[in-house]
């Protein structure tokens, strides 16, 4: 497996390549599989950010026991959720399948103790496993999403965007998660062919717009 992770710390971009019962990059003592992380996601390239990954190693260390992990890695289309998913952005999981509802609240209160992720779904909204992710930056919509991203920008979100763009014909060349050049002339080509305002920016009405298609064409 080919996996692209986000390191803050440097705004670079690492690659890196894992079987799948291998460790996630940046897993403490193996807490996280690459089997785990990827679900039942059929790609064979996956994106995700060190912020991510240190959020679940601190929740697994300060929870004591193994965590159950089902699902985190999506790409937009492979089903269950919605079109700006942080789980299409490798930076959501869904996790305690199996274990007691006890069990999950104790996780869901570990992490808001301890503020180790952005955002902690309510049980009533998840009680059979508990979703949390680490999104980051202003989204471009008021109603949430992926936050507007250009040309220089670096990041799972950038990376989301060239799988979509990819998909649909746009070549932005080859995921890696930098908005370079072949990034931006693929947005303003879909700009151009579906009447939205071709700057080469992708805010709100890009983002809404290519995540419906990119949803339907997978369907």
Known sequence: MKILVYNPDTNKMETYYRNLNDPMPYSK?????VKEFRGSSKSDVLWTDKRAIEAFNKLRSIYGSPITVRYAFKRIGEGGHSGMSQHYAGMAFD????????????????????????????????????HM???????????GGYPLVRFGDKGVYVAVLQDALNTLGYNAGNIDGIFGNNTKNAVLRYQRANNLSADGIVGCNTWRSITEKIKNSRR
């Open 29 to 33: 003592d193996k807490y996280l599989s």
């Open 95 to 130: 996790m305690g399948q199996g274990m007691t509802q006890a069990q999950r609240n104790k996780l869901r209160q570990i992490a808001m103790d301890n503020n180790l992720f952005t955002y902690v779904e309510p049980a009533n909204l998840t009680p059979s496993w508990a």
């Open 133 to 143: 992710d680490k999104r980051y930056k202003n989204p471009a919509c008021p109603t």
